[in-house]
Each structure stands twice: as structure tokens, then as C-alpha cells.
């Protein structure tokens, strides 16, 4: 395939994982780190009472991480060469701890999210506003993902 062809159809399948294949579970989760305390963590874990590990490497993360990861991995195989699809789930876990993100946002002097929260008296909770930082970054993302792939493509091909 040419290097065009493979940008395309990797970006496809980025786009169906990350968005479709992309549960709740998963996207509140992958930023996190891995949980610490063996058997007895995984226990609180499972009665939604999780103890994390917040000063460990980059890549030591929730397990929410390396499943969503993984699935961008495996879908880019329909694509890429096995070592392409490699470089892509792990560079889509580094880009999901969200530091390179908000490194170049702060960089350039993007649009930073306002954290600003929202009481309804449907919600029992605050909820926060979706704002424009909150958008920009979101973007950032999307683009620093289809960036490896494009880059991946060009090597590729």
C-alpha cells in the first residue's frame, strides 16, 4: 500500500476504536495509574473503591489503559505491519496519560480548560462545563494520534 492509502485507512480504524469501541470505563480510567496492593486492591477495585499509584512510571497505568491501548494496537494490524501497530497502541498509551497534551497546549498558550462545574436539580453532583480548553484539548489529542500515524505511514510504505 502506498503511504496515503495507509494514512487513510489508519486513521479510519483510530477513529472507530477510539470513539466507538471506547467505553465509559475506558475513558474515565486510562489517564490513571496502575493499582496498587495486589489481591486485596483488585477487590476494591472491583467494589469501585480503587486505590491508585500516582508517582510511577508513564507506562505503569490503570488497566483501562493498556485495554484501550491494546484494542488500537490489534484494530491497526488490519492495517500496518505488526511493528507499526505495536509503535501505535504504545504510543497511543504515552499519549493517553494526557502529559503530552497538556505540555503543548501550555507550549503555545492554548485555550486551557476552566474546570468550571454546574449544579443541576437533575444531578445530584456538580457536573462540569464543557468548555472551549476542554474541546482544544480533545482535538490536540486526536491530532497528536493521527500525527504518529502519519508518520508511521510514510515509514511504512
Known sequence: MKATDLLIWGIVVHLLVDWLGQNEWMATNKAKR?????????LRWLRNKPVLVYNSHW???????HV?????????????P???A?????????????????WWSKLIRQTQPSGEQAVSWKQPHPIQVMDIGADVRIWVDQVWHIGVIAILALVTA
Not at 68 to 80: I, P
Not at 86 to 102: A, F, N, Q, Y
Open 82 to 84: 505488526w511493528p507499526a
Open 34 to 42: 496502575r493499582i496498587e496492593g495486589g489481591r486485596e486492591a483488585l
Open 59 to 65: 507506562w505503569d497505568r490503570h488497566p483501562a489503559a
Open 86 to 102: 505495536l509503535s501505535i497502541g504504545v504510543t497511543h498509551l504515552l499519549i493517553d496519560t494526557r502529559k503530552p497534551v497538556e
Open 68 to 80: 484501550h491501548a491494546g484494542m488500537h494496537g490489534a484494530a491497526q494490524l488490519l492495517v500496518f
